[in-house]
């Protein structure tokens, strides 16, 4: 590979336990489309040319992570955290010997199995190559209401999105960014922490079918669009 060409490397925090889906085991392992869930966001990272290489960040402890991933293309970090901003910092700090400052990272959760090679062309060519980074999101369309301490409130949506994921950025910034936050637990996804440095990461439209799968009436919406293969949901 050209020394001077953009590298794009596959984060994925694998680590969670699903407390919300209140499965068996954790989530990222449920059979989805005849596989287990995160092999689908693998195999979407493997199969697109503009992915280096992936890894894939697990509790210590894991015990099915190394039946699941293939036999190239992975590497297994084993540095899952306590909350998901930990097991990337985690995982990012494990890249230290391997990954160039200016190389990109593509984080992407475990727990979005409809990510397909053209979601990920997408982001890459959307945010572009002087962007602070960039990330999947879909503008609101439902009215939003607000509900809480006993008042309820409609919020305007002028300007709402749904962070999804991959949500890319260079290595160096994205550690930079993770390092400075003091409270994990506040920080959900990844562009949140580079907001925080004052900086806009470019919003690029991504998919439905690229849901987060975090309730059990989630699976079958997962299964509904990874089984379609009608253009117009694809
Ligand atoms: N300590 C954690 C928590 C979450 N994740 C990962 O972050 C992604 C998005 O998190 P979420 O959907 O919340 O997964 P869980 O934390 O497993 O779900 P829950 O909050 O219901 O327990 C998932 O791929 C999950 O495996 C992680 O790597 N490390
Ligand atoms: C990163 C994310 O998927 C963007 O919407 C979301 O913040 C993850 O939240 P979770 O509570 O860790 O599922």
């Known amino acids: 590979m050209n020394s001077l060409a953009p590298r794009y490397f ?10 919300r889906m209140a499965a068996s085991g954790p989530k990222q392992y449920l059979k989805i489309g005849g596989k287990p869930m995160m092999r689908h966001a ?17 509790s210590a402890d894991d015990p099915v992570i190394d039946s699941v991933v293939p036999s190239h293309g992975v590497t297994v970090l084993r540095c899952g955290g306590a ?23 593509l984080v ?8 397909d090679e053209a979601l990920i062309e997408k982001l890459i060519t959307g945010t572009g190559e002087h962007a602070v980074g960039g990330l999947l999101a879909l503008p609101v369309v439902d009215t939003v209401k607000r509900s809480l301490g006993g008042e309820l409130g409609t919020v305007s949506r ?37 907001e925080a440095l004052g900086l806009a990461p ?12 975090t309730l059990p009436q989630d699976v079958r919406i997962a299964e509904m669009y990874l089984a379609t293969t009608q253009p117009e949901l694809l």
């Open 83 to 105: 909350t998901r901003m930990e097991s990337v910092r985690n995982g990012l700090a494990a890249l230290a010997p391997t990954l160039r400052e200016n190389d990109w990272v």
């Open 202 to 213: 470019k919003l690029v439209e991504g998919h439905p079918r690229n849901l987060k799968v």
């Open 10 to 19: 596959a984060l994925i925090p694998a680590a969670g336990v699903g407390a």
């Open 108 to 115: 992407h959760d475990a727990a979005r199995p409809g990510l």
């Open 42 to 58: 693998i195999d979407a990272f493997l199969f697109s040319e503009l992915i280096a290489h992936t890894y894939v960040v697990v």
């Open 158 to 194: 002028e300007g709402l999105w749904l962070a999804q994921t991959p949500q890319m950025f260079r290595y160096r910034l994205l550690r930079d960014a993770l390092a400075a936050v003091r409270d994990p637990s506040q920080v959900t996804d990844d562009a949140s922490a580079v």
